[in-house]
């Protein structure tokens, strides 16, 4: 049985393991964290789309049940006035709708299937170097261990050390300007959000949030930052994210002021985009998720790219006579939709950046109902979420 090295115990990597097992590949997953608990961060929209992936792994359904449905975002202004309600899955279909869930649920749903198929990760396995040879490769860890396959998976995010040993000329992540600090709070008396995300375009930054039915509060703002150190941004406590939002949101609408006063578990990370990574594999290395086509979290579709990836990767190697010929109809079947979805999101985010001047805000204010007005009705972007990958059919591999 050939055997693939998987690195990176996120999203892409888990699912890819699962995704080759079924199609009769050995895989052996690393994760430079110590262990599965060190994963943390906050909270993350899984797609119609990417559900569908999960479904195909047998998953679908009990991440569904950990999650908030969200089948609809409703867009607020600063002063309290809803502006528009968008579609979180394919319009006029809300039952097929997104799922909001904690990052950790995620991970422990791929963690468990992982140990369910029998497929081996080792934690604190953090990936240093390659070597390839004629007919094999190596993974050299920091740790001093290795290992061999016949191939190797970069599935290790956007930092990814195997995109640079793919192309060491593979260009940098670009710092979106924009940071996501978030996490959870109960708000006495505050209302659930059924089947909804709240999105506010507050007076001096963007805020959204849901309200689950127990109570429980999903949150996140994006403040503008200029680009830190990630050693010197690590040391910044949750605390002091939370002082300067307080003074960013304090003008905003209830529930805003209040979610931030009750929150706990903050976090905070850099927003970084990858929009084209000229090359997505070299020899017996490919990467996936992140590592080729980091997006910002504005469309809510990289977790659900990352799925995807995985079962179009290994679907190739499935039906392809060598993993070359397998890893050339991956890039070819995923590059443009990935662009896509990143360009997509890219311009989302344009309209987060805080709202300049008054009249800007209030020009905003008059335009978005406007456009707005039969989005839930407006299937344009409904391909993103119908997007499925055919995992029965053979793949069409020949270049
Ligand atoms: C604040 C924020 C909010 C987001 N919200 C959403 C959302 O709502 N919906 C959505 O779909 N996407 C969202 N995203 C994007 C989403 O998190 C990513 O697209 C997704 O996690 C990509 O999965 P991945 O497996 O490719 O990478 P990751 O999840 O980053 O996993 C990479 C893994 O590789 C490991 N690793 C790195 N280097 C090495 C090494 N050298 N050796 C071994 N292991 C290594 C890392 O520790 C990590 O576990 C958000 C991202 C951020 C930052």
Request: charged share 20%; proline share 7%; net charge negative.
């Amino acid at each position: 049985m050939p055997k693939a090295l998987i690195i990176g115990g996120g999203i892409a990597g888990p699912a890819t393991a699962l995704f080759l097992q079924k199609a009769g590949w050995e895989a052996e997953l690393f994760e430079a964290r110590p262990q599965p608990e060190s994963h943390g961060g906050l909270f993350l929209n899984v797609a119609t789309n990417g559900l569908a992936v999960l479904d195909q792994l047998g998953l679908r359904d009990r991440l569904v049940a950990l999650g908030h449905h969200a089948p609809y975002m409703e867009m607020w202004s600063g002063r309290d006035r809803l502006l528009g309600t968008v579609p979180n899955g394919p319009a006029g279909e809300p039952e097929r709708g997104s799922v909001v869930v904690r990052r950790d649920e995620l991970h422990a749903v791929l963690r468990e299937a992982l140990a369910e198929n029998g497929i081996s990760t080792t934690w604190g396995a953090r990936l240093e170097r390659i070597d390839e040879h004629a007919d094999e490769v190596t993974a050299h860890f920091a740790d001093g261990t290795a290992a061999t396959g016949d191939i190797l998976i970069g599935g290790d995010g956007v930092g990814s050390m195997t995109r640079r040993w793919i192309d060491p000329a593979a260009p940098e992540p670009d710092y979106t300007g924009l940071l996501s600090v978030g996490g959870f709070a109960r708000v006495p008396g505050l209302e659930p959000t059924p089947a909804v995300q709240r999105m506010i375009f507050g007076a001096r930054g963007f805020f959204g949030y849901l309200v689950r039915e127990d109570g429980e509060v999903y949150w996140f703002a994006n403040p503008t930052s200029p680009e830190l150190d990630k050693t010197a941004f690590r040391r910044i406590p949750g605390d002091e994210w939370l002082d300067e939002l307080r003074v960013l949101h304090a003008d905003d609408p209830y529930p805003v002021p209040q979610i931030l006063d009750a929150a706990t578990e903050v976090g905070a990370y850099p927003i970084y985009e990858l929009p084209h990574v000229p090359h997505w594999h070299r020899g017996r290395v490919v990467a996936v998720g992140d590592a080729v086509h980091a997006t910002s979290p504005n469309a809510g579709q990289g977790a659900s790219l990352a799925l995807e990836d995985a079962a179009t990767l290994a679907r190739s190697l499935r039906d392809a006579p060598t993993h070359t010929q397998a890893f050339g109809a991956y890039e070819r079947l995923r590059r443009p939709r990935a662009e896509e979805v990143v360009a997509y999101s890219r311009a989302i985010g344009r309209q987060k950046a805080p709202g300049g001047s008054r009249l800007a805000v209030a020009l905003r204010d008059v335009m978005l109902p406007l456009f707005l007005r039969n989005a839930t009705k407006n299937t344009r972007n409904n391909h993103l979420y119908n997007h499925t990958i055919a995992w029965d059919d053979t793949a069409a591999t020949s270049a």
